[in-house]
Each structure stands twice: as C-alpha cells, then as structure tokens.
C-alpha cells in the first residue's frame, strides 16, 4: 500500500511501458497495482507473467492465505530433514501436509534419497514389534494361502518356455517361415472375418518338447501354425495349444 501522505496517481492501463509497470510492482502489491490502472488483478497478473515481472512477495488475494503459502523453510533445513527423515515425517514435523513439503523440495531443487533409499534406511532401524507383524502379514500369504498357488512348483518344462533363448528360437521359427502358418498361410496379425480376433501365430515343435528335450531349440523341429492349426495339430482338442501326454506320443 501507498505510504501515508503519497498522493496516488492513475495510470493510463493501454499506454504503460514495461518500465513503468515493472516500477509499480516493485513499489506496490499488484492488487494496489489494478486498482491504479483501473484493471482487474488478473489483468496484472497476466501481464506480470507474459513479461516476465515476478510477483514474489505478493499475495494472491483470490486464495485464502493457508498452511501451503506459509511454509517457506530454509533449503538447507528443509535438505537435512529430508535426508533423515520420510515425507510424512517431515510434514509432521513441520505442521502441514505432504504435498506441501513435495512441493517446496521440488520448489528447491533437492536430489534427496529416494522411497526405496529411504524404506531401506528406516529397515535397518526398524522395531521389533514392526518386524514381528511383518512377518505374521507374509505367513499368511505362503504355500498354499499364496494367490498364484497353483498346487506345487512350476515345471521345469514351464520354465524353459519362459527362457530368452527358447524365445528366440520362437523368433527364428516364424521369421523363417515368413510369419504366415504353414497349413493355412495366414499371416502375423490378419484380422479375422469371422471373430474379428488378430491373428497370433505359434511355433510348433514337430518332435515333442517333452519327449525330445535335445530337439528342443533346434530351429528343423519347429514350424510355424496359426492357434487353430495349431489345435487340430494335438488331435483337434479345443483349447490344447501345448503338448499333452496323449498328443506328444502321437507327434514324436
């Protein structure tokens, strides 16, 4: 606001320089600002903005005055407590919220450790009793109380389908065959009339993958099928994509 006894004087809002406006900020808040110019404030707001003039230490008084424009610690109290401490506990420290402190450490530019960094330190420090329920929480979610149990150990057959380089052979397989299946000659991704489902091509073992373990990346033991070729391959069974014990006899 004026000083007492300052004679204010009404600028002409269209004919402002920069100069003078950037004067008048210096001088004034920007809500004194418009009322001289006989603008809103945020006419001046977004003239500040487009040239550049900063409005620090103005208050926006189209927001209530809260917690988030009050909380400006020092950088380097705010860096030491965010090294030693969680985002929670800082904000309890300091009274306010968590995206408050997010957003001043980001305001301030501070590489502190990360979450992971962090639940790690707080992990070797941790409380018995913290380590106790811990370990109730994940008795509870093991064996056969797991989610994905499935009756006992993954196969090993199931996990040499899961390895980088049967992958690969998959890859070699249908890059040989020009991605089209040999029975039919449908192509990667052709869009079925019927369905309207996208063609997914497989690669078959012509030796069974189970009975013929030597065979199985060998790039002559595969061929490339599309997914109903491919099922009549296994004695036409609906659904039968890998190898069953009847069909791999009847395959070897």
Same mark, same amino acid.
């Given at each position: 606001?004026?000083?007492?006894?300052?004679?204010?004087?009404?600028?002409?809002?269209?004919?402002?320089?920069?100069?003078?406006?950037?004067?008048?900020?210096?001088?004034?808040?920007?809500?004194?600002?418009?009322?001289?110019?006989?603008?809103?404030?945020?006419?001046?707001?977004? #003239?500040?903005?487009?040239?550049? +003039?900063?409005? &620090?230490?103005?208050?926006?008084?189209?927001?209530?005055?809260?917690?988030?424009?009050?909380?400006?610690?020092?950088?380097?109290?705010l860096a030491d407590l965010f090294q030693r401490m969680s985002m929670k506990e800082v904000a309890e420290h300091y009274g306010v919220g968590e995206t408050v402190v997010h957003k001043r450490i980001h305001e301030y530019g501070l590489d502190g450790p990360g979450r992971s960094a962090r639940m790690k330190a707080y992990a070797k420090d941790r409380p018995d009793e913290h380590n106790r329920k811990i370990g109730e929480s994940l008795s509870k979610r093991t064996g056969s109380l797991a989610a994905n149990w499935r009756g006992g150990v993954t196969s090993l057959e199931q996990c040499e389908r899961t390895r980088l380089n049967y #992958?690969?052979?998959?890859?070699? +397989?249908?890059? &040989?065959?020009?991605?089209?299946?040999?029975?039919?000659?449908?192509?990667?991704?052709?869009?079925?009339?019927?369905?309207?489902?996208?063609?997914?091509?497989?690669?078959?073992?012509?030796?069974?993958?189970?009975?013929h373990p030597e065979l199985r990346l060998i790039?002559?033991?595969?061929?490339?099928?599309?997914?109903?070729?491919?099922?009549?391959?296994?004695?036409?069974?609906?659904?039968?994509l890998l190898e069953s014990p009847e069909s791999l006899d009847a395959t070897a």
């Open positions: 606001m004026p000083s007492s006894g300052e004679v204010t004087v009404q600028k002409d809002w269209k004919t402002l320089s920069r100069s003078e406006f950037v004067e008048l900020m210096e001088r004034y808040p920007a809500k004194e600002v418009a009322d001289m110019c006989g603008v809103t404030f945020a006419a001046v707001y977004h #003239r500040a903005r487009t040239d550049g +003039v900063k409005l &620090r230490g103005h208050i926006d008084v189209r927001k209530p005055t809260g917690p988030s424009r009050r909380f400006h610690p020092p950088a380097d109290e #992958r690969q052979w998959k890859i070699a +397989v249908l890059t &040989r065959d020009g991605f089209r299946c040999v029975e039919c000659g449908v192509e990667q991704g052709h869009i079925c009339s019927c369905c309207r489902h996208r063609v997914a091509l497989h690669a078959h073992h012509v030796k069974s993958f189970r009975n790039l002559e033991n595969g061929i490339t099928l599309c997914r109903p070729c491919h099922e009549k391959t296994h004695h036409g069974k609906p659904g039968e």
